[in-house]
């Protein structure tokens, strides 16, 4: 089936304060152009959102659209920019993606219609009161839902029509489509594939992109 992934990069990056977080570099490359690189070899076509008065760096094996004011109205207009029957979803603040996962989703999309890589929580979780504990959370079952996620193109798109429908908003769009009460499978994620978020993230990828590019 002709797919596509696709890439919201559309965010200001408010909490880096670097600029757009997609544009930020780690070990010398941005963190769009990463994303997309891991992405290209494995579908027909990478549709990126961007912020509107971007464009994309030269050479990138992609197009792009301007983005939303959420992420997800980027999704929501990433879908409408692609006639693909598989499209895999991928931030672009998650720039080590290893191939295995990227193989792993797609299997589970074919069998499942949708799914996405994520990683049973490791620490101990507290529900707090202001800043204080106020009772631990069996962390038995729980999991953190990382990109990429992968779905059926009528999957993906009857989940955000009706999410925009209801005016509900989700963090990802594999919750979206939960809350249908379809079935989204859960796959092996990775600890590489963190979101690069505050200063902390961003000295984290340096470090990571030495090795990775090694
Ligand atoms: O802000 P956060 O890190 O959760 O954003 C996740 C991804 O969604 C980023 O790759 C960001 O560029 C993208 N995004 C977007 N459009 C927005 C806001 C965020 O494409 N309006």
Redesign the pocket.
Known sequence: LPSAAL?????????LRLG???FVEVGGRTLLARSVAALAPHVDEVVV?LPAGWSLPAGLPARSIV?????Q???RLLLEATAAEVVLVH???RPFLPARAVRALLEAVEEVGAATVALPVADTLVRSEGRNWREGVPREGLWAVQTPQGFRREVLTRAHGAAHEEGVTA?DDAGLVARLGLPVALMPGDARLF?V?TPGDLALAQALAAVWDA
């Open positions: 890439i919201p990069a559309a965010g200001a990056g408010t909490r757009p977080k997609a959102a983005g939303g004011a959420t992420r109205e980027s999704v931030d672009a603040a963090t979101k978020t």
